[in-house]
């Protein structure tokens, strides 16, 4: 059940556009702060975000390896550490991305077919990384080569939006603001 605080979180927005190499998303990046239950821990941060309806696929650290996944969503919840996120930008990018900072405490959602990395990390740095319930088992793609003809867009496109935000349990703000961006619940 939401409380009245996760009730009025207001994330975080970034929008980024498609670059040669990568599709990224019309729908925005989202970073919610310091909203993850204290103290931040790794079994703390699973129990608050998997009770949201997203189920935990891993631990991490820092991966330097620009990526994006074209099949599904993906969610950070970090509880150790603090790290410089490059969000936009391929493998072949000169261009493009943002950076972010998060740190423990932080959410932050990657929507499909949005690239990401870490470029600075501290040394202990770790995220539990989770994706909605049902969703399939993330692809990666690295972005090397231009994309050729609309195949990979579409993918991404076609990745339905979560019936819950990841931080609150509820339709807002991730399923009301990503559908009013045109997509379709799917999932």
């Not at 929507?111 to 909605?132: C, E, K, L, M, Q």
């Not at 609150?168 to 379709?184: C, I, K, Q, Y």
Request: positive net charge; glycine residues 10%.
């Amino acid at each position: 059940m939401p409380t009245t605080a996760t009730k009025n979180i207001v994330p975080e927005e970034y929008y980024l556009k498609p670059t040669p190499y990568v599709p990224n998303s019309d729908l925005p990046v989202l970073v919610y702060r310091n909203v993850l239950p204290k103290p931040h821990e790794e079994d703390s941060t699973t129990k608050f975000l998997e009770g949201n309806n997203w189920e935990k696929r891993g631990t991490w650290g820092t991966i330097k390896i620009r990526h994006f996944h074209p099949n599904t969503h993906e969610c950070y919840g970090i509880f150790r550490g603090s790290s410089i996120l490059l969000i936009g930008e391929g493998h072949s990018d000169t261009s493009g991305g943002a950076e972010i900072y998060v740190s423990a405490g932080d959410v932050i959602v990657l929507p499909a077919g949005t690239a990401h990395s870490s470029i600075n990390s501290t040394g202990n740095y770790r995220y539990v990384g989770v994706y909605p319930k049902g969703c399939p088992r993330w692809r990666n793609e690295l972005g090397r080569k231009p994309m050729v003809g609309q195949a990979i867009r579409e993918e991404v496109k076609a990745v339905g939006v979560p019936g819950y935000d990841p931080v609150t349990g509820t339709d807002v703000p991730l399923p009301r603001l990503w559908r009013s961006r045109g997509r379709a619940a799917k999932l």
